[in-house]
């Protein structure tokens, strides 16, 4: 199985709703902007928007891409390039789950934010009942820092979020121990 990261682009925009919208129930329970996302121009918005923030600096979104099929999103969001950080987003559709394609995505993820970027550090914020985000949190070397009260808003209440960080120097000596 081999799993690549591409740069999201508009021509994404109907393959990229067709995943979403096949796979809806499963993902509307941990990403609220789901439930916005109604059509294939909505896709193309996030789309554009990403397109904007990359030049910006402030955003860098990949497809995550499975024997060349498309199987969900990852991602750098509030980018600090002043503070050399950003927040990493995730989803992948329900037949790609469990079986390593988020770690191989985060593999090149952190090696994109790390490497070409030069940030120093990358965080985590899942819900703290949504176990197989904190668990890929985890496998991929995230640690632990401690629990963000209602950091989250989701279906229309305050969730409490797991705070998980990775600093360049981790990386660094978890690349070197896998070598």
Known sequence: MNTCLRPVAEQDAAALFALVDAHRAALA??????AATHSQQDSLAFLQHSAVARQQGSQYDWLI?????LAG???LHSVSAANRRACVGYWLAPPYVGRGVMQAAL?????????????QRLVIDPALANVRSIAVAQRAGFRFEGILRQHLWLHGQAHDAACYSLLATEWAVRQHGQA
Do not use: H, K
């Open 65 to 69: 891409l499975v024997d060349g099929q």
């Open 73 to 75: 999103v990852c991602g």
């Open 107 to 119: 593999q090149q993820l952190c090696g994109q934010a790390f490497g070409t970027l030069g940030l």
């Open 29 to 34: 329970s941990w990403l609220p902007w789901v």
